[in-house]
């Protein structure tokens, strides 16, 4: 469905994706692990197009991603729920859904994707006429999630969904999550720091490390795998 | 030397047209190319600074008027009108400069364009709408009452050639490496001790001086009466924006290169089609203008630069220099000078010695909150001198904003920022600097424009040292980059970008090195090799403090770790204890995790 | 007291105008970053155009004019995004280009408009011009009644558009972020060109909605740049609602000056107040302050 060959991404120069190859079958899902500044969030941002690749290659169901502009690879159906949540925080929750609907097939099913997502985040039901600044962390992350779920992805990219938020509120993004994989089919990547939630709901896990994957396994491999620690820490727990 | 030609070539230019020429209508074209070309270099040495003023006029009206009156009121020589002028516009530019120097991106523009529309008001409707100039055949010198219209040429000239000096010899000196720093990324200038705003308030005096000159010269040899709507009218500050930008915004000879360009055509065109098409000229500036935003945004002058530097470098292996063609040794770019003389503006303060058994930096109860996002609370450490230590912590848990109020981009809410021993928190990023404490950027940051010397020199010149040149000279050799030091910033590796950053922030000899994030972008064996870059370079004393995403070389590195979760430092002490904090590990990996790993 | 009303209530009037005149500067700045210095020059071709409609033939009224200038302005504005803004938008080095580039435009319109209608000043004046209504002691003008009801519709309508329809959000959307925007699948260039359109028809129906006592040359934008731009700085560079509040405060201010001076240095006090509000609140009267330290 996605595949990735030969990528190599930065800014200004400053390389942060080095020759990383990397696939996503139909409806499969994916964690992309790693310490912090391996080049996790430049491989989804080079995905979606807001970073541009210095070289290689990214296909989706068999079209060259790369011409086209970030606006066609979401009507492509590929979605991401960016880092730091990027809630429109002027406007309602109402108003961040409708625009998670703005692809055009999505469009027209945006009541019934709005039932879907408010049973996924019951949380958020009874604050659709609320600023979404005026959210917590954790529920600016549920609209955050609930506002990529609106648009019908045919693949759902996650960056750090649990980031600066409390034990508790990470586990309810995360049931979230699990709830919303029960119905869907939707392939999905997940880069996450909690590597054992991540795991949990994927098939299949990258270790990116300094902009190349060192690592490639099924969850249950890696689960049980202490160079993933190390990767982390760099320490024997 | 070199720098002398471009004078000699413009002198005798205009003294041969000056002597050639005699019809009345090519004198005047003459006339206005210098005073248009003055102008220009006038406005120009604000956009040095990266400055675009729109209420240049603001000056010339000061100038023209100040002069005019006072020769009406008390007889008064222009020239004496002339610096009085200078005087008043220079100390009116401080005012409308000084509130819009601290605040980022539009602002200058936005204040400077109301303000010259607001002095014609009040000279209008409280003064005089036209002025006429005095006639004083008795003093041809004295009056610039000149009877030959050829040495109103001469006496711009003259002008010109001062504004040009001065142009230049800010170029030269450390004024104009401040100007170009602040013009080509103001945070990091700021970073190493460059005080932005006074350089850019001395650089709008002397550019408001210029002007309020310049338009004692315009009004005595071509408008002949003192206009408001003429003097102060927004046609001014077009054709010094059209001059400068056409030429070349902030190069010193661009104007001249604009003025003699544009100046004639425009009149020209008026003169012939001006009768039935009234605003020929302007349209001129305007196309101009549009042109060149589209096409050459920084000019005529740094464009030819380039496709010169273009021809000059391609390789020719049969021939040596000497060999090479006239136009491709013309071309080849000189070896980049850096600062030839240090304006005694500042002298060196001798730096406060670290008090017997105190901390090199303490930070006692930093908080910080974003709205109602509470990203640090009670965050507390200390560092020793000659310690290092690492700050470590997921995404989210506040590092970069520690690093912020640390480096004075942002300020707590609570809590102090001790750095030996003295309150800094009130201090501003230059001011740090200058104490001591140097630091590197997350996303590595240069000033694009200049060499990789002058990147360390601009860092010199803001610790004050007495010798900056050869200051940053070794400190390159040092991080073995003096065989690039005169190339293009833009020819460097990362790993090199990294090791200039390190000796733009060593240069100074700071007490305490902060590094955001060094190893970023680095490969795992420039990883390994930067530490020990590092270490070569600091004085035993240097405290550090690394803020680094990569935990397992920091951890080799460090002496003390300080681990954030979520605003909060949650364990602190040796590496390996800290990487072994069930806390830590959590806050890292997850609690199920520790579960897991538990159960295996 | 009847004296300060007597200032009071027209300044409110003009107040309305002034703020059209400013959201459209301050949706063009809060979308794409740009300050269109040819903002006031869009204007004045927008009185030309309600100015020729009126007295070339068609004899059509100034404020039933109204939607055609709209029209035609937000296909004008979008026209001229296309063919020259849209190079200058989004890198860095750029701010000088954005600021040359709108500069010269303006100057190309007041010149081909200087060519072809000379600088005489025109004026429209429908039958009603002159005619007003007391209340109690304070008269108030027919036009300007008119002219601030149109303001009050427009911004209704703008508030409708911005707020209930798909393009209007994706406009805010794209404004508040256009990282996230884009990743909602919204093609900012679009966003851009649309909104540079609505910004450029929002200021022409305010230039419209003066033709009936404003007298009309080449070079009246700059009476109106000062209050454009202190308007847009008085509410926060970039925000829409503010701006249109800095527009009335600025009525209000030309208006009430002239209690104590001449109305010919009303904009001084405009002026004063904008180089206030720059040094004590940077971001606009509700913005908050953020400063570089």
């Given at each position: 469905m996605l595949e990735i060959s030969d990528l190599c991404a930065g800014y200004d120069g400053v390389?942060?994706?080095?020759s990383v190859d990397f696939r996503v079958g139909r409806g499969e899902r994916v964690a992309i692990l790693g310490p912090n500044g391996a080049g996790k969030t430049t491989l989804l941002k080079a995905i979606s197009g807001t970073v541009a690749a210095d070289s290689g290659s990214i296909s989706f169901e068999d079209r060259d991603l790369l011409s086209q502009a970030p606006h066609r690879r979401v009507e492509a159906g590929i979605v991401h729920v960016p880092q730091g949540r990027m809630i429109f925080a002027s406007m309602t929750v109402a108003d961040n859904l409708r625009l998670g609907s703005h692809r055009s097939i999505a469009r027209d099913r945006h009541d019934e994707r709005r039932d879907l997502v408010l049973e996924i985040f019951p949380a958020l039901a009874g604050m659709l006429n609320r600023d979404g600044g005026a959210l917590s962390g954790g529920q600016q992350q549920m609209l955050a999630v609930a506002r990529g779920v609106m648009a019908c992805p045919r693949l759902l990219m996650l960056d750090e969904p649990s980031m600066g938020l409390a034990p508790r509120a990470a586990d309810d993004i995360f049931e979230g999550i699990a709830r919303l994989l029960e119905s869907e089919t939707t392939a999905m990547i997940v880069v996450e720091q909690r590597a054992h939630e991540a795991l949990h709901i994927c098939d299949r896990a990258f270790v990116l490390e300094s902009g190349e994957v060192a690592l490639e396994a099924t969850s249950r491999e890696l689960l049980a795998d202490e160079r993933l620690a190390a990767a982390y820490l760099g320490a024997e727990i | 030397m070199r720098r002398l030609v471009p004078f000699i070539v413009l002198v005798v230019v205009v003294a041969a047209l000056n002597g050639w020429l005699d019809q009345r209508f090519y004198v005047r074209v003459l006339t206005l190319s210098v005073v248009w070309a003055l102008a220009g270099v006038a406005w120009n040495l604000m956009a040095k600074a990266g400055q675009i003023s729109l209420g240049h006029s603001a000056f010339v009206g000061i100038g023209a008027y100040g002069f005019t009156i006072l020769l009406r009121d008390s007889d008064t020589s222009p020239w004496i009108g002339m610096a009085i002028g200078m005087g008043v516009a220079a100390a009116v530019a401080l005012a409308v400069g000084l509130p819009t120097f601290?605040?980022?991106?539009?602002y200058f523009t936005l204040a400077t364009i109301s303000f010259p529309l607001i002095l014609e008001l009040l000279v209008s409707h409280y003064g005089d709408p036209e002025l006429t100039v005095p006639f004083h055949p008795e003093g041809e010198w004295e009056f610039m009452?000149?009877?030959?219209?050829?040495t109103y040429v001469w006496v711009g000239l003259g002008m010109l050639v001062v504004a040009l000096a001065i142009s230049e010899l800010i170029d030269v000196t450390s004024f104009g490496f401040a100007l170009r720093a602040v013009r080509d990324n103001e945070v990091l200038a700021r970073a190493v001790g460059i005080r932005t705003v006074a350089w850019k308030s001395a650089a709008f005096m002397i550019s408001a001086a210029l002007s309020a000159a310049m338009a004692v010269l315009w009004v005595k040899a071509v408008l002949r009466v003192t206009v408001a709507e003429e003097v102060f009218g927004i046609t001014v500050v077009i054709v010094m924006l059209s001059v400068a930008f056409v030429g070349g915004v902030g190069q010193t000879w661009g104007p001249v290169v604009g003025a003699a360009f544009l100046i004639p055509l425009a009149m020209f065109l008026d003169d012939s089609i001006g009768e039935t098409v009234p605003g020929a000229q302007e349209l001129v500036y305007a196309a101009a203008l549009v042109l060149v935003a589209l096409l050459i945004p920084r000019g005529i002058l740094p464009a030819i630069e380039r496709g010169c530097r273009r021809i000059a470098t391609r390789p020719d292996p049969s021939r040596e220099l000497a060999g090479r063609s006239l136009l491709q040794r013309l071309a080849a770019p000189s070896p980049r000078p850096s600062p030839l003389l240090r304006l005694p503006l500042r002298r060196q303060r001798p730096r406060m010695p670290l008090p017997a058994g105190a901390k090199v930096l303490e930070v006692d109860g930093v908080a910080k909150s974003f709205g109602a996002n509470e990203v640090l609370s009670d965050v507390a450490f200390s560092v020793d001198a000659g310690q290092r230590v690492g700050i470590i912590g997921p995404n989210g848990a506040g590092k970069t904003t520690l690093f912020n109020i640390m480096t004075a981009h942002l300020r707590a809410d609570a809590g102090r920022i001790l750095f030996k021993g003295a309150a800094v928190d009130r201090l501003r990023a230059p001011r740090r600097y200058e104490l001591g404490m140097s630091r590197t950027f997350q996303v590595p940051q240069g000033f694009h424009l200049m060499s990789p010397l002058d990147n360390v020199v601009v860092a010199a010149i803001g610790a004050s040292l007495p010798h900056p040149v050869a200051a940053s000279m070794a400190m390159l050799e040092r991080v073995g980059l003096a065989g690039k030091a005169l190339g293009e910033l833009s020819a460097l590796t990362t790993a090199e970008i990294k090791s200039l950053e390190l000796a733009r922030a060593m240069v100074s000899e700071p007490d305490l090195l902060l590094l955001d994030?060094?190893?970023?972008?680095?490969?795992e064996s420039e990883r390994a090799g930067f530490f020990g870059t590092v270490d070569e370079l600091v004085a035993p004393h240097t405290a550090i403090v690394v803020i680094e995403h990569s935990v397992r070389s920091l951890i080799q590195y460090v002496e003390s770790v300080v681990a954030l979760d979520d605003g909060r430092v949650i364990a602190e002490g040796p590496p390996e204890d800290v990487v072994s904090d069930p806390g830590v590990i959590e806050a890292y990996l997850g609690s199920k995790w520790m579960e897991h790993a538990r159960d295996q | 007291m009847v004296e300060f009303l007597q200032f009071l209530v027209p300044g409110i009037l003009i107040g309305g105008v002034y703020a059209l005149l400013a959201s459209g500067l301050g949706l063009i700045f809060g979308v794409?970053?740009?300050?269109?210095?040819a903002q006031a020059d869009f204007m004045m071709l927008a009185m030309y155009l309600s100015w020729a409609l009126f007295a070339g033939g068609f004899g059509l009224d100034p404020f039933l004019a109204v939607p055609a200038v709209f029209v035609v302005f937000l296909l004008l504005g979008m026209a001229v995004h296309w063919l020259f803004i849209r190079f200058v938008i989004g890198q860095r080095e750029n701010h000088d280009a954005q600021v040359i580039l709108t500069i010269g435009l303006g100057l190309i319109f007041q010149n081909l408009i200087l060519i072809r209608y000379s600088s005489e000043p025109r004026v429209v004046a429908p039958a009603y011009a002159n005619e007003g209504d007391f209340i109690g002691d304070i008269f108030i003008s027919r036009v300007r009644l008119y002219a601030f009801l149109l303001s009050l519709l427009v911004a209704a309508l703008l508030f409708l558009f911005l707020n209930r329809t798909g393009t209007g959000r994706a406009i805010r959307a794209a404004s508040e972020n256009w990282e996230a925007a884009t990743y909602m699948g919204i093609d900012i260039d679009r966003t851009n060109r649309i909104a540079f359109g609505v910004g450029v028809a929002l200021t022409a129906v305010g230039g419209a909605a003066l033709v009936t006592f404003q007298s009309i040359t080449p070079f009246v934008g700059f009476r109106f740049v000062v209050v454009m731009f202190a308007a847009v700085v008085l509410g926060g560079l970039g925000s829409v609602s503010g701006a249109f509040v800095g527009g009335v405060l600025i009525g209000i201010i030309q208006s009430v000056s002239q209690v104590w001076t001449s109305a010919a240095v009303k904009n001084v006090w405009v002026f004063a107040l904008f180089l206030l509000i720059l040094y004590v609140r940077p971001n606009g009267l509700f913005g908050k302050v953020q400063r570089a330290i």
């Amino acid at each position: 469905m996605l595949e990735i060959s030969d990528l190599c991404a930065g800014y200004d120069g400053v390389p942060a994706l080095r020759s990383v190859d990397f696939r996503v079958g139909r409806g499969e899902r994916v964690a992309i692990l790693g310490p912090n500044g391996a080049g996790k969030t430049t491989l989804l941002k080079a995905i979606s197009g807001t970073v541009a690749a210095d070289s290689g290659s990214i296909s989706f169901e068999d079209r060259d991603l790369l011409s086209q502009a970030p606006h066609r690879r979401v009507e492509a159906g590929i979605v991401h729920v960016p880092q730091g949540r990027m809630i429109f925080a002027s406007m309602t929750v109402a108003d961040n859904l409708r625009l998670g609907s703005h692809r055009s097939i999505a469009r027209d099913r945006h009541d019934e994707r709005r039932d879907l997502v408010l049973e996924i985040f019951p949380a958020l039901a009874g604050m659709l006429n609320r600023d979404g600044g005026a959210l917590s962390g954790g529920q600016q992350q549920m609209l955050a999630v609930a506002r990529g779920v609106m648009a019908c992805p045919r693949l759902l990219m996650l960056d750090e969904p649990s980031m600066g938020l409390a034990p508790r509120a990470a586990d309810d993004i995360f049931e979230g999550i699990a709830r919303l994989l029960e119905s869907e089919t939707t392939a999905m990547i997940v880069v996450e720091q909690r590597a054992h939630e991540a795991l949990h709901i994927c098939d299949r896990a990258f270790v990116l490390e300094s902009g190349e994957v060192a690592l490639e396994a099924t969850s249950r491999e890696l689960l049980a795998d202490e160079r993933l620690a190390a990767a982390y820490l760099g320490a024997e727990i | 030397m070199r720098r002398l030609v471009p004078f000699i070539v413009l002198v005798v230019v205009v003294a041969a047209l000056n002597g050639w020429l005699d019809q009345r209508f090519y004198v005047r074209v003459l006339t206005l190319s210098v005073v248009w070309a003055l102008a220009g270099v006038a406005w120009n040495l604000m956009a040095k600074a990266g400055q675009i003023s729109l209420g240049h006029s603001a000056f010339v009206g000061i100038g023209a008027y100040g002069f005019t009156i006072l020769l009406r009121d008390s007889d008064t020589s222009p020239w004496i009108g002339m610096a009085i002028g200078m005087g008043v516009a220079a100390a009116v530019a401080l005012a409308v400069g000084l509130p819009t120097f601290r605040l980022r991106g539009f602002y200058f523009t936005l204040a400077t364009i109301s303000f010259p529309l607001i002095l014609e008001l009040l000279v209008s409707h409280y003064g005089d709408p036209e002025l006429t100039v005095p006639f004083h055949p008795e003093g041809e010198w004295e009056f610039m009452e000149f009877s030959n219209s050829h040495t109103y040429v001469w006496v711009g000239l003259g002008m010109l050639v001062v504004a040009l000096a001065i142009s230049e010899l800010i170029d030269v000196t450390s004024f104009g490496f401040a100007l170009r720093a602040v013009r080509d990324n103001e945070v990091l200038a700021r970073a190493v001790g460059i005080r932005t705003v006074a350089w850019k308030s001395a650089a709008f005096m002397i550019s408001a001086a210029l002007s309020a000159a310049m338009a004692v010269l315009w009004v005595k040899a071509v408008l002949r009466v003192t206009v408001a709507e003429e003097v102060f009218g927004i046609t001014v500050v077009i054709v010094m924006l059209s001059v400068a930008f056409v030429g070349g915004v902030g190069q010193t000879w661009g104007p001249v290169v604009g003025a003699a360009f544009l100046i004639p055509l425009a009149m020209f065109l008026d003169d012939s089609i001006g009768e039935t098409v009234p605003g020929a000229q302007e349209l001129v500036y305007a196309a101009a203008l549009v042109l060149v935003a589209l096409l050459i945004p920084r000019g005529i002058l740094p464009a030819i630069e380039r496709g010169c530097r273009r021809i000059a470098t391609r390789p020719d292996p049969s021939r040596e220099l000497a060999g090479r063609s006239l136009l491709q040794r013309l071309a080849a770019p000189s070896p980049r000078p850096s600062p030839l003389l240090r304006l005694p503006l500042r002298r060196q303060r001798p730096r406060m010695p670290l008090p017997a058994g105190a901390k090199v930096l303490e930070v006692d109860g930093v908080a910080k909150s974003f709205g109602a996002n509470e990203v640090l609370s009670d965050v507390a450490f200390s560092v020793d001198a000659g310690q290092r230590v690492g700050i470590i912590g997921p995404n989210g848990a506040g590092k970069t904003t520690l690093f912020n109020i640390m480096t004075a981009h942002l300020r707590a809410d609570a809590g102090r920022i001790l750095f030996k021993g003295a309150a800094v928190d009130r201090l501003r990023a230059p001011r740090r600097y200058e104490l001591g404490m140097s630091r590197t950027f997350q996303v590595p940051q240069g000033f694009h424009l200049m060499s990789p010397l002058d990147n360390v020199v601009v860092a010199a010149i803001g610790a004050s040292l007495p010798h900056p040149v050869a200051a940053s000279m070794a400190m390159l050799e040092r991080v073995g980059l003096a065989g690039k030091a005169l190339g293009e910033l833009s020819a460097l590796t990362t790993a090199e970008i990294k090791s200039l950053e390190l000796a733009r922030a060593m240069v100074s000899e700071p007490d305490l090195l902060l590094l955001d994030e060094p190893l970023a972008g680095l490969n795992e064996s420039e990883r390994a090799g930067f530490f020990g870059t590092v270490d070569e370079l600091v004085a035993p004393h240097t405290a550090i403090v690394v803020i680094e995403h990569s935990v397992r070389s920091l951890i080799q590195y460090v002496e003390s770790v300080v681990a954030l979760d979520d605003g909060r430092v949650i364990a602190e002490g040796p590496p390996e204890d800290v990487v072994s904090d069930p806390g830590v590990i959590e806050a890292y990996l997850g609690s199920k995790w520790m579960e897991h790993a538990r159960d295996q | 007291m009847v004296e300060f009303l007597q200032f009071l209530v027209p300044g409110i009037l003009i107040g309305g105008v002034y703020a059209l005149l400013a959201s459209g500067l301050g949706l063009i700045f809060g979308v794409m970053r740009v300050v269109n210095f040819a903002q006031a020059d869009f204007m004045m071709l927008a009185m030309y155009l309600s100015w020729a409609l009126f007295a070339g033939g068609f004899g059509l009224d100034p404020f039933l004019a109204v939607p055609a200038v709209f029209v035609v302005f937000l296909l004008l504005g979008m026209a001229v995004h296309w063919l020259f803004i849209r190079f200058v938008i989004g890198q860095r080095e750029n701010h000088d280009a954005q600021v040359i580039l709108t500069i010269g435009l303006g100057l190309i319109f007041q010149n081909l408009i200087l060519i072809r209608y000379s600088s005489e000043p025109r004026v429209v004046a429908p039958a009603y011009a002159n005619e007003g209504d007391f209340i109690g002691d304070i008269f108030i003008s027919r036009v300007r009644l008119y002219a601030f009801l149109l303001s009050l519709l427009v911004a209704a309508l703008l508030f409708l558009f911005l707020n209930r329809t798909g393009t209007g959000r994706a406009i805010r959307a794209a404004s508040e972020n256009w990282e996230a925007a884009t990743y909602m699948g919204i093609d900012i260039d679009r966003t851009n060109r649309i909104a540079f359109g609505v910004g450029v028809a929002l200021t022409a129906v305010g230039g419209a909605a003066l033709v009936t006592f404003q007298s009309i040359t080449p070079f009246v934008g700059f009476r109106f740049v000062v209050v454009m731009f202190a308007a847009v700085v008085l509410g926060g560079l970039g925000s829409v609602s503010g701006a249109f509040v800095g527009g009335v405060l600025i009525g209000i201010i030309q208006s009430v000056s002239q209690v104590w001076t001449s109305a010919a240095v009303k904009n001084v006090w405009v002026f004063a107040l904008f180089l206030l509000i720059l040094y004590v609140r940077p971001n606009g009267l509700f913005g908050k302050v953020q400063r570089a330290i």
